[in-house]
C-alpha cells in the first residue's frame, strides 16, 4: 500500500509556472505506475499526465503538450508536474495517484485510465486568473 500527499498548488496568472510535487510513502514505489489527474467544479475527475514505475514511459492529456512536464525520482519517492504557459482552464484540484501492476503493463494506455489507479492523494488546488 501506498500513502501519497500532494503540495506546491496555488494561484498564478496566465502564463505563469507551478510545480506540483508528490511525497509517497510506502514499499516498493518504483514498481508503482504514477499519474497526475485534475477535477475542475463540476466536472469529472480527468487524466492529466502519466509515468511509468521505471520512468520510460509517460503519457498526457493533448491540452497540456508541450507545458506540462511529469517526472518521478524513485529515489527520495517523489512525482512532480511541472505546469508552465498555465492558462485559466488549468484550474482544478490536482490530484496524484498511484498504480500497482507489473512494469511491462504500464504502456501509454494503462497510464490513461484511471480505473488502473488504486491510490490517491488528497489534492492540492491550482488557479489560474486570466
Known amino acids: 500500500q501506498v500513502q501519497l500527499v500532494e503540495s506546491g498548488g496555488g494561484l498564478v496568472q496566465a502564463g505563469g509556472s507551478l510545480r506540483l510535487s508528490c511525497a509517497a510513502s510506502g514499499r516498493a514505489f518504483s514498481t508503482y505506475a504514477m499519474g497526475w489527474f485534475r477535477q475542475a467544479p463540476g466536472k469529472e475527475r480527468e487524466f492529466v499526465c502519466g509515468?511509468?514505475?521505471?520512468?520510460?514511459?509517460?503519457a498526457h492529456v493533448d491540452s497540456v503538450k508541450g507545458r506540462f512536464t511529469i517526472s518521478r525520482d524513485n529515489a527520495e519517492n517523489m512525482l512532480y508536474l511541472q505546469m508552465n504557459t498555465l492558462k485559466p482552464e488549468d484550474t482544478a484540484v490536482y490530484y496524484c495517484?498511484?498504480?500497482?501492476?507489473?512494469?511491462?503493463?504500464?504502456?501509454?494506455?494503462?497510464?490513461?485510465?484511471?480505473?488502473?489507479?488504486?491510490?490517491w492523494g488528497q489534492g492540492t488546488q491550482v488557479s489560474v486568473s486570466s
Open positions: 495517484a498511484a498504480g500497482s501492476s507489473p512494469i511491462y503493463l504500464q504502456n501509454t494506455a494503462y497510464l490513461r485510465r484511471k480505473a488502473n489507479y488504486a491510490y
Open positions: 509515468i511509468s514505475g521505471n520512468g520510460r514511459t509517460t
